[in-house]
């Protein structure tokens, strides 16, 4: 006599603000779906729907509170979880029906507000998950989170109240996981944590005894050490690419940039400067020698020419003049920094810069805005025209009938450029081959497969380019 099973709730997710965040949705997802729930891609399906806030800017709040809005209107049952978290009374002011809220990555109250809103049937067949978790992301990239929190207290900043100070994994535990991951198809581990260069600080960068199965760490036994250099060679052991974001430019970063030269990290450094002149600086509470960086990106450059260094900058900071503003526009003269990204300065409710003199006008936040954009566009296109005639490694994104698009090794996912590449229908998804570029605008490249680059040979040399 067949078994009939009993039909589990589903679970329906909305995910808001970094790459942090979408680690957390993963991992509360996971928990579920391995306690037997099943996942809807909409509200209509799902008896229960998960928001994971953003709340590191006004902005961020607002939208994190329109999706709560929106959750409740097409849904009703609703669950609030992130960095919202911490400000239950005022989520609950504006949406009394929301059931249950929590913080930033406390995983057991949410799985506990999940089990009580909409229990689990009994059920001995429902506990089903794979081996690497549940994933938000597409299966040839994941996110690695190998820390939680931050000691650094900038003033614009109120990441600290909302997680906390630096928490560390073990780095066996940060392997036995990227080792799942890969195993399950991940092509490219993406690094995260609020400050990568910080790893390990707060475990005294002692050693664990690890053993590894990696295509690369051939199941021997040893010792890691807690430390941002020890684990990116480790992960290279492991992963095709090995990504590192949000890395603070401390000395120890040096000693990163020779396993770029070897190929088992990419060159790649995601260092958020946040500005350039040394009163602006001081004024954020941001550790920063600009002279020293500018000869240590020299320096990088030496040992690995191919690196790729992305930044953040935050424009019109309380106190910031004129005269700070053309600072850091010779300094990006300088430093001939990839790939760039601005944000005009936003007060944040409990951060210490709300309390400093001297704010700067909103129309001219405008204007340094499209004045700094301008600049590193400019810097951008210059780099990528440079690329024209190369042939770079490219992880295949998306593929359809009129061609595909990928990301080279200076492009991470969602915050960087594509490339574009035309006859390469025969490529699939996680694919990473050699392509020969042919054109470039302001952030982005167009190519086409190489010869070499998969058994079967690109179709004839159309001169269309396939572009999004």
Known sequence: MATTLPSPPKIGMVSLGCPKNLVDSER????????????????????????????????????????????????????????????????????????????AHEYEQVVGAVHEAAPMPPSAFLNLIPDAGLKLTPRHYSYLKISEGCNHRCSFCIIPSLRGDLVSRRPDAILREAEKLVEAGTKELLVISQDTSAYGVDLRHASWPVKTGGPMARGEAREVRAHMTDLSRELGKI????????????????????????????????????????????????????????????????IAPDITIRSTFVVGFPGETE???????????????????????????????????????????????????????????????????????????????????????????EIDGEVFLRDAGHLTVGDIVPVTIEDADDHDLYGVPSPNSSPAKAGAQDTKRYRP
């Open 28 to 103: 509360i997802l996971t928990q579920l779906r391995g306690d037997g729930y099943q996942m809807s891609p909409d509200y209509a399906g799902a008896d229960i729907v998960l928001v994971n806030t953003c709340g590191f800017l006004d902005s961020a709040k607002e939208e994190s509170l329109e999706a709560i809005g929106e959750a409740i209107a097409e849904n009703g049952r609703v669950i609030v979880t992130g960095c919202m978290g911490k400000e239950a009374d005022a989520i609950r002011a504006r949406f009394p029906q929301v059931l249950a809220i929590t913080g």
């Open 239 to 302: 992963a095709p690419w090995v990504r590192l974001h949000y890395v603070y430019p401390y000395p120890h970063v040096d000693h990163v940039i020779p396993l770029m030269a070897e190929g088992l990290v990419l060159p790649y450094l995601d260092i958020p400067f946040q500005h350039a002149a040394p009163s602006v600086l001081r004024r954020m509470k941001r550790p920063g020698n600009d002279a020293k960086v500018l000869q240590r990106i020299h320096n990088w450059r030496t």
């Open 323 to 413: 005269e700070d503003f053309q600072y850091l526009l010779d300094w990006l003269d300088e430093a001939q920094l990839d790939r760039v990204g601005a944000f005009r300065f936003e007060p944040v409710e409990g951060a210490a810069a709300n309390l400093l003199p001297d704010h700067v006008p909103e129309e001219l936040k405008e204007e340094r805005y499209a004045r700094i954009m301008e600049k590193t566009a400019a810097i951008s296109a210059a780099k990528l025209q440079a690329k024209i005639g190369r042939t770079l490694d490219v992880i295949i994104d998306a593929v359809d009938e009129e061609g595909a698009t990928g990301r080279s090794k200076a492009d991470a996912p």
